[in-house]
């Protein structure tokens, strides 16, 4: 297909409705590949469609003003050539005018000089109609081409003097009868396609007399109006390309967004809903803590008292095995409730000095026994010296009895070791024992709750795992690390390493905390302590008037807060242990009442608040402190705990007499 058809038929035109239609079903499909269900907003078609008409009108019009551009042109030095052509008296040139006649051959050369400063115009010609009708050439530029008077070659053949002129175009005739113009019809010979320029050549009368003619290659002018064409065809299809990939972009986007958005209110949704679990997970474990710690008090309670009488080697036995049994599920129940505080971020640690030496102390008198018992070694290396530490003692000597704990009862023969090092502020302790070992394809589970590395362990030795669980979190929270080596039958080493940067000046209270204070309480009269009991659990009232009982103190007991404050003006008390759970009026209402009673009365006594209560979560015993309680004690309690906590607490005379207080409800 010629450039002619190509501009004839509109190719161009068709060719540019089928790329738009192309573009609209790429950004269809890219859409639906990338979110399915989604499409293009109808607004994109429609303005496509506006871009494609506006960009086939404008390829109409740039083509016209492509046509004007070049008529202007041609249009611009037409009338020069004529003129001078007309000054050369080319109306003395006619068909029967010889062609070595040297006026002749000087307008060809003069023709053939405007060719040569004007190379885009193939042709120059010069046309008359004769007397007769006719209408023939006179001069052509390229007549005698080699100027020797003879018409040779198919170059110098092609309209020698006098040939008559093809059909004339309507543009040809008005240029005849003195309208110069642009013929756009495009004229072909055995030469070429030309379309042409006709200027009217004048007589010195001022009469048309001639028409010259400048052949322009059709191809050149339909090249002309095609790249004005496409061009303006170009940036339309660009425009409805970019609005395509633009929308496609905002599609995806917005779908994107709104996904992120729908995402992000799930997961605060989700997380609200964790939240509400976990704090019905705290509520829960706050409530079975207290419900589970109420009778385990009085089972460990009335255990120990048990054991202080007289019993037979049979009794003992038993007593004993429900002593340890209590002991095991109070652990249970405190490593629940420590992974719970850690899960839900609720574990606060001190920072407090503390000696190495007085914790590797308390750990070795309190397991050493066990090691005894086992006939197993038990060796510490206590490298650190006698160094202290900023940390958390409390949270680092139950990890150091955690893993002790499971080294002496994974143990049955050999030893355990307790190495400790401290350099550079980092405290190495290394646990090592010689036991039944871990496989190396269970170690990857060994720090997951309720797992151990092996089912027959839990039946052979007992335990939930938690331990493990709890002292890697704990440690986590310190800031240091806990791992493991072990090999089968070859025993396990673990590793604690925790920043402990060196304190030192010298420690105020054994390296712990320094304890809750109470004021010194001038002695009391008479020959032992008095003590308000307010505990609402008939088991536990009895449980704990035994006690006070058997540690020389007489006391009054409520059954709840209401009775307690009924009972706290008539009688001077030592001290008074406050359950927290009460009906009618709870512990904490009660505390606060019995401040306000020691505060309206002028009184600078203050009397030590004891709580004894079955909550062991977090932020019970900040609660108590905060109402006006001196102590804070968990159930299930010991009679030895209750007595170190009194004596603390309160200064009494040496009681002579024996005890005597209310009888329990």
Known sequence: MNAVTFLSHRVDIGVFLILIGLILYLGRCVIKHKRPGL??????????????????????????????????????????????????????????????????????????????????????????????GRIVFIVDSEADYDHNGRFEGDRERRMANGAPYPTPTQHALRALDGHPGLSSDIISDPWGTWISFHQPMLDRAGRVEAVLGLDFPAAEWVHRILYARATSLFIAAVLVLILVAVSVLITLMRAEIGQRTKIERELVRAKELAEQSNQAKSEFLAHLSHELRTPMTSILGF???????????????????????????????????????????QTKLESIPFSLAEIVDDVTSMLKPGTITKKLAFTVENQAGDINVIGDPTRFRQVLINLLHNAIKFTRKGGVTLRMEWSNDI???????????????????????????????????????????????????????????????????????????????????????????????????????HVLLVEDNITNRRLFSTMLGKLG?????????????????????????????????????????????????????????????????AGTRAKCLDVGMDHYLTKPLRIEILGDTLSSLVELPVATDSPSGSPPA
Request: some cysteine.
């Open 39 to 132: 499409r293009l907003p109808s607004f994109v078609f429609i303005i496509s469609g506006v871009l494609a008409i506006a960009g086939v009108w404008l390829a109409e019009y740039s083509a016209v003003r492509e046509r004007e551009k070049i008529h202007q042109w041609i249009a611009g030095f037409a009338p020069v050539f004529a003129h001078g052509l007309e000054t050369m008296g080319h109306h003395k040139m006619g068909p029967q005018t010889p062609p070595d006649d040297p006026q002749y051959l000087a307008m060809i050369e003069r023709m053939k000089a405007w060719l040569k400063i004007n190379p885009t115009i193939a042709n120059i010609h010069t046309y008359r109609r004769l007397s007769d």
């Open 553 to 617: 103190y007489t006391f009054d007991v409520a059954v709840n807060g209401k009775e307690a404050i009924a009972l706290f003006p008539r009688r001077h008390y030592h001290a008074v242990l406050m359950d927290c759970e009460m009906p009618e009026l709870d512990g904490f209402e009660a505390t606060r009442e019995i401040r306000a009673m020691e505060t309206a009365g002028g009184n600078t006594r203050r009397v030590p608040i004891i709580a004894v209560t079955a909550n062991a979560m």
């Open 303 to 345: 255990s120990d008292l048990l054991l202080d009488t007289h019993l037979t080697e049979e009794q003992r036995e038993f007593t004993l095995t429900l002593r340890k049994s209590g002991a095991s599920l109070i652990t249970l129940l405190n490593n629940i409730l420590d992974l719970s505080k850690i899960e839900a971020n």
């Open 427 to 529: 405290l190495r302790c290394d646990v090592i024992d010689t036991g039944i070992g871990i496989p190396p394809d269970r170690l990857a589970n060994l720090f997951q709750g309720f797992t151990q590395a092996d089912a027959s362990i839990t039946r052979r030795f007992g335990g939930t795992g938690l331990g493990l669980v709890i002292s890697r979190e704990l440690i986590r929270l310190m800031g240091g690390t806990l791992t493991v080596e072990s090999e089968s039958d070859h025993g396990t080493t673990f590793t604690i390493r925790v920043p402990a940067p060196q304190h030192d000046a010298p420690l105020s209270t054994s390296g712990s905390a320094a304890p809750i204070s109470a004021p010194e309480l001038p002695a009391s009269p008479g020959k032992s302590g």
